[in-house]
């Protein structure tokens, strides 16, 4: 077995959806998953969307309010764990006075393609 190290120098970038984004994990060569950390800053709401893939956030950092789907919007923070099933509507908006950042595990992995904005509907 093959130990495999991938850089850790990944940029941060400005995405549409109005959040930032650091790929941590994302090669062709990897398909089962991707990891990103992503960072909201204080008052953004997140583009509503929707991804073709399950995604896993693991929240790090900060507090924010995560409207999913038909359920009510929930209160997020420092050590959740959310689940957000492919083809789910979403969003996810910085209640605090700090930057949100948490990790985004996609299973299989996030390819542009994969991701619906659903504000122009």
């Known amino acids: 077995m093959a130990v495999k190290v991938l850089s850790s120098n990944t940029t941060e970038f400005l995405t549409r959806e109005r959040c930032y984004i650091r790929e941590l994990v ?22 509503l969307h ?8 693991v929240i790090r950092v900060g507090e ?6 038909n359920d009510e919007p929930v ?3 420092a050590g ?4 957000i099933p492919a083809g789910t509507e979403q969003q996810i908006e910085n ?22 904005s659903l504000e122009d509907r």
């Not at 090669?27 to 583009?47: H, K, M, N």
């Not at 959740?80 to 689940?83: A, N, P, R, T």
């Open 80 to 83: 959740d764990v959310i689940h």
């Open 64 to 69: 924010g309010l995560l409207t999913a789907g």
């Open 50 to 57: 929707r991804l073709a893939v399950d995604e896993w956030y």
């Open 26 to 47: 994302n090669d062709e060569s990897i398909r089962d998953f991707s990891l990103a950390e992503v960072r909201v800053v204080p008052g953004v709401r997140t583009e």
């Open 95 to 116: 209640t605090g006075d700090d930057d949100l950042i948490f990790e985004c595990v996609c299973l299989p992995r996030f390819t542009p393609g994969c991701y619906e």
């Open 75 to 77: 209160a997020v923070g």
